[in-house]
Every structure is written in C-alpha cells, then in structure tokens.
C-alpha cells in the first residue's frame, strides 16, 4: 500500500507540471502568432529594435505556419493559415491535457 501511495504522488506532480507547461506554451506560442499576424500587416517605423523583434516573430512563427501554407493557398490576399494553425494548436493542447489526465 506505502509503495503505490509513493509511486503515485510524483507521477501526478509530473503530469501536472507538464500539463501546466503545455498549457503556458500554447498560450506564449498563440500570443506570439497574433502579434506576427499583426505586424505582418502593420507597416512599422524603421527602427533596430522593432526590427528584431519582428525578426524574431518571423523566426519563431513561419516555419509553423508555413507547414499549413502548404496545405491552405491564399484565398486571394486573405491567408486563413494562422486561423487553421492556432486552431490546430488548441486541439493539440486539449488531446494532451485528456492524455495526461487519464495518465493521473
């Protein structure tokens, strides 16, 4: 009884760390897609740290989205990748968190 009460209590600190981080992450990775999606279509001010910082977007965002630009063409100038890439990210979340939870 004293071992699977022991083995019990890390296992369900695990999977609610690791649902907790995913969560975090979907959460960080859709506010960043929202602001790549944003200054895509704003025309900034030149300047060297607004630079960076859509550079950065760029890097972090473009290799995901460019997986479902591959499968969804622009549809004239409305490009719905972002749409179908932040929707797929929240399905995937919500399959992870009831995996984990199975697994507690």
């Given at each position: 009884m004293?071992?699977?009460a022991s083995f019990t209590l890390p296992v369900g600190d695990a999977v609610s760390s690791v649902t907790t981080f995913i969560g975090a992450f979907t959460l960080v990775y859709t506010l960043?897609?929202?602001a790549y999606i944003l200054t895509s279509w704003l025309r900034l001010p030149y300047s060297p740290t607004l630079n960076r910082i859509q550079r950065f977007l760029?890097?972090?965002c473009d290799p995901y989205l460019r997986v479902f630009r591959r499968f969804?063409?622009?549809i004239g100038p409305l490009d719905?990748?972002?749409m179908i890439a932040v929707l797929v990210l929240v399905?995937?979340?919500q399959v992870l968190h009831t995996i984990l939870r199975q697994l507690h």
């Open positions: 004293g071992v699977s960043a897609l929202f760029y890097d972090v969804v063409p622009p719905l990748s972002p399905v995937l979340q």
